[in-house]
């Protein structure tokens, strides 16, 4: 890897992404004395699911006398399903309320009652406690939250992918690599904070950003961080399977409880009736998602793995309520939906595993924190709706002012670009943040860190689409162990293929390929181990929720030993 060109800047923070956690971060350092960078892929602010939100935050804010943190505390311990971080979830109740009216001194405009805030319900929460952004999405609050930081100077370096964290010789980190276009970028500094979000990309159909294809995870995992509950992948039952150009759309959660409003599959049969005679396609979303799921697994999906919408008899008006969003997107298409059939399918929403941090996202490597989406612990097994927002909101602020505090103490950057091959190791542990002593299986290799030295791209997309297939075969909504295993074998058959173009791509679709790799296979052994249904996680073949496995599901990355020869049949 040839990087003695690069360009280099020192900082005290940098902040990789400029969703809400990043950008909350940055202005956060740069509030506590800290000089701040912030490096994202694609534009600043839009490349980030922050950007696609609906603009919904959750959050005891003292305006409902009946509501307080334990109520908001409780709310969330049902839906996780006790696999919970009470010390982040009693930060996070406690510290939502104040991250809102932050946002507020900050000049994000939110939807006003009385003189103060207007709160909402939203599905799941026991009080109506959502706050929502003017402006019917999440764009107002991020393009304020981007001119403030710009105008704290804080550096915002846009179409940027950070491809490694980089460490001292003594292991913190001292910052990340990046590529820019053909460039390589070093940003050095004592702090490292990963805002990277979530990693809806990795599967066919999402509503997340086109980029979310889960990089910062591995970034986490390669730099030494602990991942956990990656099993728990929150899907919702009905977006946009094609035209390909709006794919991931959700159709609006309360489209299908429309009178009038079908679904049909490819043989042109309402498949509802198989599956929740009563309520039919108003049924919940979890049945809904599943028998779609079904539906097109059995060989009944329509062209591009979904099923058909009919609405030639809804109701137009009550349609347009629900669905703006939606109706604008095919609107664009040039598809007339009371004409003409719909395709939709699940799609992946939000990830509730991912790298394992403390109330100020302090990942266990020193000098590293990470914030927002891309980190594990406040959801468990399922995410409560408007939690996302204020998750972002609420650790990004934290994390920032840790990673001020800590870059105090300067740093002398140096890096050892290790070229050895490195394995992660899986665990089951009642608490990922101390793992020291568990026994360890080693579940898949990691190339070396030198991959993607050359310019030509080979068949990185076709392979993407590939993997795709494999973690939506092995880990989709419906899981069983004979799925699991068919795509289990699939994923290791790849090694070989993927391992070839990554020596002839670009650095950064060498970085993406092998990222997406990876984290696949460890979504598909966590839905292995997992031998029992919570929340998220469905096991056809182990419906009920089981006691024993009150526990978590852990990957730590280590350099390859001689032992670690035979990981790829532990694999199996
Ligand atoms: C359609 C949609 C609607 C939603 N609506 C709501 C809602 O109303 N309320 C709610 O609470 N939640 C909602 N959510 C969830 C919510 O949007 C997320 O939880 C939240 O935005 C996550 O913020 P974040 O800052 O952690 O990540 P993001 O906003 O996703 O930002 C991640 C950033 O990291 C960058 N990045 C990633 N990897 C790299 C890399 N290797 N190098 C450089 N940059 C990188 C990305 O480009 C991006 O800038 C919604 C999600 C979606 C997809």
């Known amino acids: 890897m040839n990087i003695s060109q690069a360009e280099r800047r020192r900082v005290d923070v940098v902040v990789v992404g400029s969703g809400l956690a990043g950008l909350l971060a940055a202005i956060t350092a740069r509030e506590n004395g ?116 710009s105008e704290r100077d804080v550096q915002l370096i ?90 991931g759309t959700s159709t609006g959660g309360g489209l299908m409880a429309q009178p009038g409003v079908k679904l ?20 919940t979303r979890d049945v809904l998602a599943r028998a779609i799921f079904r539906e097109v697994s ?22 347009a309520q629900v669905s703006g969003r939606f109706l604008r ?47 594990a612990g406040l959801h468990g097994a399922t995410r409560l709706n408007s939690n996302g927002l204020s998750e972002a909101a609420v650790f990004g602020i934290r994390a920032g002012r840790a990673a001020a505090t800590e870059s105090a103490a300067a740093q002398t950057w140096s890096c050892d670009f290790d070229s050895r091959h490195r394995v992660v190791h899986a665990m089951i542990a009642e608490d990922p943040r101390h793992i020291d002593g568990q026994h360890r299986t080693g579940v898949i290799r990691i190339g070396p860190v030198a991959s993607g030295v050359g310019e030509a791209g080979g068949n990185v997309p076709a392979l993407k689409s590939e993997l795709r297939e494999i973690l939506m075969d092995g880990a989709g909504i419906e899981r069983r162990t004979e799925t699991i295993t068919r795509a289990l074998t699939r994923h290791a058959a790849l090694r070989d293929q993927i391992d070839t173009v990554l ?28 031998t029992e249904s919570r929340g998220a996680h469905f096991r056809a073949d182990y419906p009920a929720q089981d006691p024993t496995w009150d526990r978590h599901i852990a990957f730590v990355c280590e350099p390859a030993t001689a032992g670690d020869t035979q990981f790829e049949e532990a694999a199996q």
């Open 298 to 319: 059995e060989g009944r999906g329509t062209e591009h793995g979904g099923v058909h919408v009919d609405m030639s008899e809804a109701d137009r008006d009550a349609v």
């Open 503 to 530: 020596a002839s791509a670009t650095p950064t679709e060498a970085f993406s390929l092998d990222g997406m790799y990876v984290l696949s296979g460890l979504i598909l052994q966590a839905s292995r181990l997992r």
């Open 158 to 247: 846009g179409n940027t992918t950070a491809v490694e964290v980089l460490k001292s010789a003594e292991g913190r980190a001292a910052g990340i690599l990046c590529r820019s276009g053909d460039a390589w970028q070093i940003v050095e500094a004592a702090s490292v904070v990963l805002a990277c979000g979530g990693m809806g990309k990795l599967f066919p159909v999402t509503s997340n950003h086109e980029l979310a294809d889960g990089s910062g995870y591995y970034l986490a995992l390669k730099a030494g961080a602990v991942l956990t509950d990656l099993e728990f992948v929150q899907f919702t039952p009905t977006s946009l399977a094609w035209p390909l150009e709006v794919r």
């Open 34 to 149: 800290a000089s701040v960078a912030l490096v994202a892929q694609g534009e600043i602010g839009r490349s980030a699911n922050s950007w696609l939100a609906s603009g919904g935050l959750a959050a005891v804010t003292g305006i409902d006398p009946d509501d307080s943190p334990e109520h908001h505390l409780e709310d969330i311990r049902r839906t996780a399903r006790g696999l919970v971080f009470e010390d982040i979830a009693r930060i996070f109740v406690d510290e939502a309320g104040p991250a809102i009216r932050k946002l507020e001194t900050l000049g994000v405009r939110f939807h006003a009652r009385d003189g103060d805030l207007a709160l909402f319900p939203a599905p799941g929460h026991s009080l109506a406690r959502s706050v929502r952004c003017e402006g019917g999405g999440a764009v107002g609050l991020m393009t304020t939250l981007i001119d403030v930081a």
């Open 329 to 375: 997107a095919i609107d664009a298409m040039g598809i007339d939906p009371y004409s003409e059939r719909v395709e939709v399918a699940p799609d992946v929403h939000f990830a509730m595993g991912g790298v394992v941090a403390d109330v100020d996202g302090r990942t266990g490597v020193p000098g590293l924190f990470a914030a927002g989406e891309i980190t």
């Open 264 to 283: 049909l599959n490819a043989n042109g049969e309402r498949f509802m009736s198989r599956y929740d005679p009563e309520r039919m396609e108003a049924s």
